[in-house]
């Protein structure tokens, strides 16, 4: 299926293909001169953009596991449910603690099969607690890390959810429509049209719920009940979403026709605005659609185009004109002509530029105006939240700008203090796009975006290395990347980074050191502690050198550590362990 998927993204990119002889020889070998000869405007534009050296984010399914048989599987789930049978056993404060412990323990096992037993036990037990945010972040693990369709395993999913008596229809139904749009950016339309379905039927059963509830609020009070909210208006959303879907399918062959004109006639302005708008405004792929919005015959969208494009290849991408850019489409998404999608989308877009330019604004007015549009696109409080000082957007005397190489739309602007073999690693200019896009990117690409500035720094920069600022800036950006895709922090992958850190001390002393340095929040996490389990303490003393190869040494190191109140349940688990094999009674 992913195959499958990958070759019908390339045939949506193939409008490039017939059209320019570099690209078409570099994307299908087969050298076009006659083409080439004939279309100069087009390929000195995508020149320009960069597009035909640019590379693709790497693939998540290159390293991508095999499912496990059915028989292994049954077998591993029957083993964990042995090992964690007082867990299952313990109903008294519901199943969340255990669900939080099997996706903690999912991320430390080696053994792939169990990996993934623990991944359906943990979803099995969020379908039938009704926990929508548990229940997608164990499949996403499994869709992340085995071969398994990503939208069809959300999609899965949510119908379960849908089954189950806990159900938060309401909140469903919100899920549900954020898989529509999804799937409808990566023309997963099968995924579309059975998640609409659900999306529905999830609304009209919330509505009735609070028909009943209303009816029965009056009959006990005399009074009527409090409005609802939000809620009232998801079936209408959800309707909404199901005509969306229709005008998508119209888009999709209004692309495919415009594609078919620019086989002959490249330059057609009514075919490259079409080609343009889709690529923009429905697949969120703006570095390919600008080239195209500007051959098009739309005077307002060419315009704002190539202002954006002379942004992208300008080395001087100040504050002003990031806010120029980024007013410029805003305007263009409230005018005449725009569907609603596509108003959404450049909407979307222009907080992305926002966002860049907010550190450094400084004029009251423009501040003002940032807040409330960010708000408008459902992101209130950013403003709030987004660090002011120490950003590479403007040159300031006395900064180290050179030495900072990130992407201009960074998605937290990193400190002056930031080490500079970090720099490198952090989110490409590539992978913050994804980010900022997510809702048009298929799951497959955000995933690969989210985690592989994480795989870069943990390969390429190790956390004996990392500076307090280092640690306190990938935890926030960590954290920042997963409330911008998923709506919410991932404490799991917060709690690995801190880990990392605490455990790249070099002594007792260090570790100390930088625990203390660490957000009492981070250390109270139930992931930390489970992750600082018995087996990393030992291994973590025992990478320490010659110095703590013996018993008694070790147990100093980690008595130490326990005087200073920064011992974990499992670093005394194993310091009992070395206390037996030195003889030493417990203290």
Known sequence: MRKTLEVKHARMRIWLVPTIAAVAS???????????????????????????????????????????????????????KQAYEEDYADTAGGPQRLIDKLLATAGQVDDSTRRYALLVEAERLAIDAGSIDDAIEASSQRSESYEIDPAACRLDTLVALSRSDARNDAALCRVLIDLVDQSLSSDRIDVAEKAVVEAIAAAKRSERRERKTATDE?????????????????????????????????????????????????DDPAANVTVGRYRCFVKGEWEEGLAALRLGDSEKLRAVAADEAELRRSE???????????????????????????????????????????????????????????????????AAKQPVASTPTRSTPGRRNGALKIPASSILPAPMKLSEELIPLLPTEAEVQVIQNH???????????RRGFLRRVEQNFKPEKWSEVDAAYLMSLCEKVYLVVNGRGSD?????????????????????????????????????????????????????????????????AIEYISRQGAATEGMLKYAQALRNATGDAEQ
């Open 26 to 80: 570099c994307l299908i070998g087969v050298p076009s001169p006659a083409l080439a000869q004939r279309l100069p405007t087009l390929e000195s534009l995508l020149r320009e953009e960069g597009q035909v050296q640019r590379k693709a984010l790497p693939d998540a399914a290159e390293d991508r596991l095999a499912v496990p048989a059915d028989d292994d599987l049954a077998a591993a789930r029957e083993l964990i």
């Open 439 to 449: 809702v048009n990117m298929p799951d497959s690409r955000i995933s690969e975006a």
């Open 316 to 382: 001087q991408r100040t504050t002003e004109r990031v806010m120029a850019v980024a007013n410029a489409w805003w305007k263009v998404s409230e005018g005449s002509g725009m569907q609603p999608r596509e108003s959404r989308a450049i909407k979307r877009h222009a907080a992305a530029l926002y966002e860049e330019a907010q550190p450094t604004v400084e004029d009251p007015v423009d501040q003002a105006l940032i807040r409330k549009r960010l708000a408008a696109v459902g992101e209130p409080g950013k």
């Open 492 to 556: 799991f992958e917060k709690s690995r980074l801190a880990v990392s850190y605490v455990l790249g001390s070099r002594n007792e002393k260090e570790f100390i050191t930088r625990s203390q340095s660490l957000p009492a929040q981070v250390l109270k996490e139930f992931y930390f502690a489970s992750q600082m389990d018995e087996s990393r303490i030992k291994a973590w003393l025992m990478g320490l050198g010659p110095e703590y190869a013996s018993a008694r040494r070790k147990l100093q």
């Open 218 to 266: 009056r009959k006990r009070t005399g009074r009527q009940a409090p409005d609802a909210g939000d809620d009232t208006g998801l079936l209408a959303l959800a309707v909404d979403k199901q005509k969306e879907l229709k005008d998508h399918r119209r888009w999709s062959q209004a692309y495919d026709e415009a594609v078919e004109t620019l086989r002959t006639l490249p």
